[in-house]
């Protein structure tokens, strides 16, 4: 079974699956904070506040190291594709929006960084509380329709082949 498997499909196996854990670690991260610390937060503000900058700073690492990761993979599974002869026109349209919000998301980031969010200094400013918020929003959601999109490039692809 194994022995039709070349070195250069073990290769793409091991790319693929950094790709996918780098982005579940990316898009769970963003999630847990929008979804679990900031409702804890809301409920317990005095609790919870003093601890958001350290693990902001800590998970900022994280997505640093993920975001780096999806790119460089993301591009090695593209010029895969592209040098197969098997991708579709279709699989460029869905490939080329998946790639837009890809980028999109990466801005955000990078914009977050930009504004220098300080979850303990302002903590009524409405305006930086809730582009934090937006923020994280965004990125779960973008990243779950992005998800999406990986699935149906698989799935078009591997029609594209068997036809
Ligand atoms: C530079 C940006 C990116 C590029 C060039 C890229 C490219 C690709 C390509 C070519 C594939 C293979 C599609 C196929 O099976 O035909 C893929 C799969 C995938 N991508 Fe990306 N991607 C990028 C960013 C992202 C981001 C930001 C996420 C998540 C937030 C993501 C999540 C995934 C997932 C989950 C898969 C499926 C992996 C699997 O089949 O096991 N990608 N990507």
Do not use: C
């Amino acid at each position: 079974m194994f022995e039709q498997i070349t070195a250069g499909d073990w290769i793409l196996l091991i790319v693929r699956w950094a790709h996918a854990i780098s982005s579940v670690a990316w898009i769970g991260g963003s999630a847990f904070f929008a979804l679990v610390l900031r409702p804890v937060e809301k409920a317990n503000p005095d609790a919870v506040r003093p601890i958001l900058q350290p693990l902001s700073s800590v998970y900022r690492e994280l997505v640093d190291i993920s975001v780096i990761a999806i790119i460089i993979t993301g591009l090695i599974l593209m010029f895969d594709r592209l040098t197969g002869n098997d991708a579709s026109p279709v699989w460029f349209v869905v490939l080329g929006v998946k790639l837009a919000l890809a980028v999109w998301m990466f801005y955000l980031v990078w914009r977050f960084r930009q504004s220098d969010f300080n979850p303990t200094t302002q903590p009524s400013g409405l305006a930086g509380r809730l582009s934090w918020l937006i923020g994280y929003n965004a990125i779960v959601f973008f990243g779950v329709i992005i998800f999406l999109l990986a699935s149906v490039l698989r799935t078009l692809f591997e029609n594209s082949i068997s036809n």
